[in-house]
């Protein structure tokens, strides 16, 4: 079992940054591959980016390409989200998910595990 825990979000401008964290307990954090998905309201729970059990490989939405980068530590049992250049269309909750198949860049809500509680990132025009 993996426990995940969000935070960092909230209330930015426009053009403005906020770096997402997710902290890990439970089973080795390092095996999993580490995905964000992002929630508006009203829309599909879609995927923002997602990271390999080492770190060697990420996968980026096209909306967020250049503009958002997603890390880990896995000494700290962390995945990280760092958001530059917010637009009000990155306005959703975001979730953070594990996949047991660690070399995977999963794309998909249902090949990942275990989710996060989820953080609110609004941004204002």
């Known amino acids: 079992q993996v426990q995940l825990v969000e935070s960092g979000g909230g209330l930015v401008q426009a053009g403005g940054s906020l770096r997402l964290s997710c902290a890990a307990s439970?089973?080795?954090?390092?095996?999993?591959?580490m995905g964000w998905f992002r929630q508006a309201p009203g829309k599909e729970r879609d995927i923002v980016a997602a990271?390999?059990?080492?770190?060697?490989?990420?996968y980026y939405a096209d909306s967020v390409k250049g503009r958002f980068t997603i890390s880990r530590d896995n000494a700290k049992n962390t995945v990280y989200l760092q958001m530059n250049s917010l637009k009000p269309e990155d306005t959703a909750v975001y979730y953070c998910?594990?996949?047991?198949?660690?070399?995977?860049?999963?794309?998909?809500?249902?090949?990942?595990?275990?989710w996060g509680q989820g953080t609110q990132v609004t941004v204002s025009s």
């Open positions: 998910a594990a996949d047991n198949t660690g070399w995977a860049l999963s794309r998909m809500l249902r090949e990942y595990d275990y």
């Open positions: 990271i390999n059990w080492s770190g060697s490989g990420t």
């Open positions: 439970g089973r080795t954090f390092s095996s999993y591959a």
